[in-house]
């Protein structure tokens, strides 16, 4: 039993750890959650990996760019509801998404700190919250002719990857879970 209250909070902890050193978009919100496995909140009761942080705020709050860079998306992002995406002069790019009210347009350069949209609870989302997320250069985002031709088998092959990466940390984390129960179901637990 303790081996499964350890499992479990090393598990729940590992994405919060990361988070000591980031700036948020939102003032004064609670991050609900983290990079990394979580259980889905939606109640399927399966282990799903985020990707991003969420930060809990009212509906209404203003988002604000982490940094300066030029808006390359605004509108309805898979999941995220209303989402705005900036990219910065290293090629890296946020997401900002679940907004009520979107500020900006594509195309669009923001200083750092700008006002880019306001919190809501559009998309996949079980409440008010800001979805923030980093996203590596490379990773595709956009449509593929929003991006230069060249470089398009590279970002492929950069999401085949993390696609890839993705899967056997699933796997991997689906061995330990079924070790523990196994351990559990001897009686040699303690």
């Known amino acids: 039993?303790?081996?499964i209250l350890l499992v479990t909070v090393i598990l729940i902890n590992l994405s919060?750890?990361?988070?000591?050193?980031?700036?948020?978009?939102?003032?004064?919100?609670?991050?609900?959650?983290g990079v990394g496995w979580r259980v889905d909140p939606f109640g399927?009761?399966?282990?799903?990996?985020?990707r991003g942080i969420d930060i809990?705020?009212?509906a209404g709050t203003p988002v604000h760019t982490i940094r300066k860079g030029r808006v390359v998306f605004t509108g309805d992002h898979h999941g995220h509801g209303n989402t705005v995406i900036v990219e910065h002069s290293n090629g890296d790019r946020t997401l900002y998404g679940h907004n009520s009210l979107i500020r900006v347009r594509p195309g669009e350069m923001v200083e750092s700190g700008?006002?880019?949209?306001f919190?809501?609870?559009?998309?996949?989302?079980?409440?008010?919250h800001v979805h923030f997320e980093r996203l590596p250069?490379?990773?595709?985002?956009?449509?593929?002719?929003?991006?230069?031709?060249?470089?398009?088998?590279?970002?492929v092959d950069?999401?085949?990857?993390?696609?890839?990466?993705?899967q056997r940390m699933e796997e991997t984390v689906n061995s330990v879970l079924r070790t523990i129960n196994n351990v559990s179901d001897a009686g040699q637990g303690g």
């Open 114 to 117: 700008a006002i880019v949209a």
């Open 56 to 58: 809990a705020v009212p």
């Open 119 to 128: 919190s809501g609870n559009t998309g996949r989302s079980t409440g008010p």
């Open 137 to 155: 250069s490379g990773r595709p985002v956009m449509e593929p002719a929003e991006t230069e031709e060249t470089s398009m088998p590279q970002l």
């Open 16 to 33: 919060t750890a990361a988070l000591a050193d980031i700036a948020l978009p939102v003032e004064n919100g609670t991050v609900t959650s």
């Open 1 to 3: 039993m303790k081996t």
């Open 44 to 50: 399927s009761g399966k282990l799903v990996f985020h």
């Open 158 to 166: 950069n999401n085949d990857q993390r696609d890839l990466l993705e």
